[in-house]
């Protein structure tokens, strides 16, 4: 079965500064997506962005980029710039590529809190 | 339509009370889901469907919860004899196509006194 891991309950970063946050997860798929998602409090999910496995270049969505390390099985998020609006839970998740299963695999998430 | 809609948005029963919530997908969504969330812990999977099939059940979705989507398009979540143990956040999301992103609703928390 496939897991997801964040091991960074909490983490703080100052306002215009960068964070990273960690994501692992165990997988034995050679196709499969790679998701971060924002949860602001009491506001509904949002994706932030994807990664699929078999693509080598790594997503960037503005302010937004992932290190994907597919032989490290490791996933993590950098935030540029910091801004007050990206203090939230953020959840990594997995989901296999194709068939049936549909269903994301979430991470316990970290909360990022931001200092102004 | 502006996203995924759930309803109520906050319920409080007691224990033993059977409950029901409504989840409407993005119109021309064909692939809907559910999510239990509870306090410090990610969404996990309960079930979901392709129009009105149910096409997988998670091993979490005891006998007491039934997830129906009749003609494809709302669906509803019954728990039934509630037990405090079922207080979490239900997350209902929904999708075009299976490798398409997922869209989620603001959730309907559940309180069982």
């Known amino acids: 079965a496939q897991t997801v891991t964040q091991s960074q309950p909490e983490m703080s970063v100052q306002e215009a500064e960068t964070v990273t946050l960690s994501c692992t997860y165990d997988t034995s798929e050679s196709d499969y997506y790679l998701f971060w998602y924002k949860q602001p409090p009491s506001r509904q999910m949002i994706l932030v962005i994807r990664q699929e496995a078999y693509k080598q270049q790594n997503a960037t969505e503005n302010r937004f980029s992932v290190n994907f390390q597919k032989a490290a099985k490791s996933f993590s998020l950098k935030i540029s710039d910091s801004q007050l609006g990206d203090a939230a839970m953020y959840f990594c998740a997995y989901r296999n590529y194709g068939g049936s299963q549909g269903n994301l695999i979430f991470g316990k998430g970290t909360k990022l809190s931001v200092k102004p | 339509d502006t996203g995924v809609s759930q309803d109520p948005r906050h319920k409080i029963t007691k224990r033993g009370q059977n409950v029901t919530f409504r989840c409407d997908p993005i119109?021309?969504?064909?692939?809907l889901y559910w999510y239990r969330q509870t306090l410090g812990q990610g969404p996990e999977f309960l079930t979901y469907f392709q129009n009105e099939a149910q096409l997988e059940k998670s091993r979490l979705l005891s006998d007491r919860f039934s997830a129906e989507r009749p003609k494809g398009s709302f669906s509803t979540l019954e728990i039934q004899r509630t037990e405090q143990g079922d207080s979490a956040m239900y997350l209902c999301?929904?999708?075009?196509?299976?490798?398409?992103?997922?869209?989620f609703g603001q959730g309907t928390r559940l309180t069982v006194v």
């Open positions: 999301a929904s999708s075009l196509e299976v490798e398409r992103e997922a869209f």
């Open positions: 119109s021309e969504h064909n692939r």
